[in-house]
C-alpha cells in the first residue's frame, strides 16, 4: 500500500512508466515473480484471477468491467462479509489469467481507465483510491484429499492528501479533494484505533475505502506500507504528517493465517476410499478368524422378505431363536420386527375403531325388533279375546286378594291366559316380559287378557313396565 502527499510518486511506485516496460512498477513485476514462483512448484496445480476497483467520491466502479465505465453508476458493486470476516466486492469483475501477459494486460487496461486530473503540484494526479486485487488458489496434486489454500493480494494506490492552498483546486476538484481528505483521515483514525490496546471497536465503516481494508489493515494479512514524500522543505509539514502515519502502522499487530478451502466433492471421495478400506480390513480379519463371509451392502427385497418370515415364525413361537451372523443382520432383523409391532398395532386399533362403530348402532335394531313384537303381541290378545273373554283388572285383584289369607297378596306369579305365558322377543331383552303374570313383589297387577286391550301403546316399545299405560 502507497501512502504520501499528492505528486510524492505513489503511483509511479506502484504502476511504473507506461511508455517503458523497463521502468514497471510493483504490480507488474510481483506479477510476473508470482507467474514464475508458482510454475516452479511441483505437485500443485493453481488458478489466478484478478480485478480492479476504483473508489471516486465514495462510489465504487469496475475498471475491468465489459463495457467499460460506461453505464456505471458507482452504486452497483457493494462490500459484503463473510462469516469468517473476510470482505468482498458484490459484483465486481473477476478475470482469470493463464500467463503473465494477460494478467498486465487486464492491469493495463485497467490503469487507463483511472481518474487522472492536473492541479498545482501534480499534472498527473489520481483523483480516486485504486485496488489490483490477486486471487490464487492451489490444490495438491499428489494428495487429493488436502484442502485447497486460498490466498488474496491487494495492491493499493492511495490518493495523495491535498491542501487547496498548494493544489489551487476549485469547483469540482476541490470537491474530489475534500472526499479523498475525508478518507485518507478515516484511515489514519482506524490505524489509530488498531494501535491502542483494549480498543473494541474499530470505524471501519465510516468510509468505502476503510471498509474494504478491513481484512488488509488489522486482519489475516500482512501489510506492507511505502511511505512516498517530498524532498522539497516547503512539504516538510506533509512529510513529517507522512512518517507519523507510517509510525502508527508499525505498532498494527496483524495476525496472518493460511485460508484453507474444503471442497464438499473432495471429502466425499476422501471418505468413500476410507470406507472401502475399513470393509476390506474387516472381510481379512473375519478370514482369519474363521468367520463366514459378510455383506456390507443394503439387503435386497428378497432379503428382508426371508428375514420377516423368520421373525413371524419367531413372535408366533414356532421358532426358538433367529440365527443371525453379523450385527448388520441383526439390526435389519430389528426393524422388521418394528413394522410388524407397527402393523399389528395398527389392525387391532382398527378392529377397536370398527367395533366400537357397530356397538353404536346396535339399540336403533333392538328398538325396531322390540315394537315389531309388540305389535305381534297386541294381535295375538285380540285373537284370544275374542274366544274367551277376559276378566277387568279390578275383578282379577279382588280375585286375588280373596284366595290369599288375611288378604295378603300371593307371592307366586299366577297364569292368567295359557296361550299368554311365556312371551319373548329376543335374545337382546329389548322386550323381555312374561304377559299374563302377575308379579306382586312389584306391587302392581296383572295385565290380564282385556278385550278392551287391543293395542299396545307405543311408548312402552323398549321399556318394561307393570301398569298398563292405555285407558282401560
Known amino acids: 500500500m502507497a501512502y504520501g502527499q499528492t505528486g510524492a510518486g505513489k503511483t509511479y511506485t506502484m504502476c511504473g512508466s507506461l511508455r517503458s516496460f523497463d521502468l514497471r512498477g510493483i504490480i507488474p513485476r510481483s506479477i510476473s515473480s508470482l507467474f514464475s514462483l508458482l510454475e516452479e512448484q511441483t505437485g500443485i496445480e493453481f488458478s489466478l484471477c484478478v480485478s480492479y476497483c476504483e473508489i471516486y467520491s465514495e462510489l465504487i466502479f469496475d475498471l475491468l468491467a465489459e463495457g467499460g465505465l460506461e453505464g456505471q453508476t458507482g452504486t452497483e458493486l457493494q462490500i459484503q462479509e463473510d462469516s469468517r470476516g473476510g470482505l468482498s466486492v458484490r459484483g465486481l469483475s473477476q478475470r482469470p489469467c493463464g500467463s503473465v501477459s494477460e494478467a498486465l494486460n487486464y492491469f493495463y487496461l485497467g490503469s487507463s481507465l ?75 483514525m482506524v490505524v489509530v484505533a488498531l494501535g491502542e490496546k483494549g480498543r473494541e471497536h474499530i470505524p471501519y465503516r465510516s468510509t468505502r475505502l476503510t471498509h474494504l481494508l478491513k481484512d488488509t489493515i488489522g486482519g489475516n494479512s500482512n501489510t506492507c506500507l511505502i511511505a512516498n514524500i517530498w524532498p522539497e522543505k516547503e512539504h516538510l509539514e506533509e512529510t513529517l504528517s507522512t512518517l507519523r ?61 426371508e428375514m420377516r418370515k423368520e421373525a413371524t415364525l419367531f413372535l408366533n413361537g414356532e421358532q426358538e431363536a433367529i440365527p443371525f451372523s453379523s450385527l448388520r443382520k441383526m439390526e435389519e432383523l430389528l426393524h422388521v420386527i418394528r413394522s410388524i409391532f407397527q402393523e399389528t398395532t395398527a389392525a387391532i386399533r382398527r378392529e377397536a375403531s370398527y367395533s366400537g362403530s357397530v356397538a353404536a348402532s346396535v339399540p336403533h335394531s333392538e328398538n325396531s325388533v322390540g315394537h315389531q313384537g309388540a305389535l305381534e303381541l297386541a294381535g295375538n290378545s285380540k285373537a284370544v279375546g275374542a274366544t274367551a273373554p277376559a276378566k277387568s283388572v279390578k275383578e282379577q285383584s279382588k280375585a286375588s286378594q280373596q284366595g290369599s289369607p288375611q288378604g295378603a297378596p300371593s307371592l307366586a306369579p299366577k297364569p292368567v291366559q295359557s296361550e299368554l305365558q311365556s312371551t319373548k322377543l329376543n335374545s337382546a331383552g329389548a ?16 295385565l290380564g287378557i282385556d278385550p278392551d286391550q287391543s293395542e299396545i301403546c307405543h311408548t312402552q316399545k323398549a321399556k318394561e313396565t307393570r301398569q298398563p299405560t292405555c285407558s282401560e
Do not use: W
Not at 451392502?297 to 428378497?302: G, I, L, V
Open 245 to 305: 502515519f507510517s509510525l502508527r502502522m508499525m505498532r498494527v499487530a496483524n495476525k496472518a493465517v493460511v485460508n484453507l478451502a474444503v471442497d464438499p466433492l473432495d471429502v466425499v471421495k476422501r471418505l468413500e476410499k476410507e470406507v472401502a478400506r475399513l470393509k476390506q480390513e474387516l472381510q481379512i480379519s473375519n478370514a482369519l478368524l474363521g468367520k463366514p463371509p459378510q455383506s456390507f451392502e443394503a439387503p435386497s427385497p428378497e432379503e428382508i422378505e
Open 431 to 446: 322386550f323381555h316380559s312374561e304377559v299374563g303374570y302377575e308379579d306382586p313383589s312389584v306391587g302392581g297387577h296383572s
Open 114 to 188: 483511472r481518474s487522472v486530473s492536473s492541479h498545482g503540484i501534480n499534472s498527473q494526479s489520481s483523483r480516486s483510491h485504486c485496488i489490483f486485487t490477486v486471487y490464487i488458489q492451489c490444490k495438491s496434486t499428489v494428495n487429493t484429499a488436502e484442502a485447497t489454500k486460498i490466498s488474496k493480494l491487494h495492491f493499493v494506490d492511495l490518493a495523495g492528501c491535498e491542501r487547496p492552498k498548494k493544489t489551487q483546486t476549485e469547483g469540482v476538484l476541490l470537491k474530489e479533494s475534500a472526499f479523498i481528505n475525508k478518507s485518507l483521515s478515516f484511515l489514519e
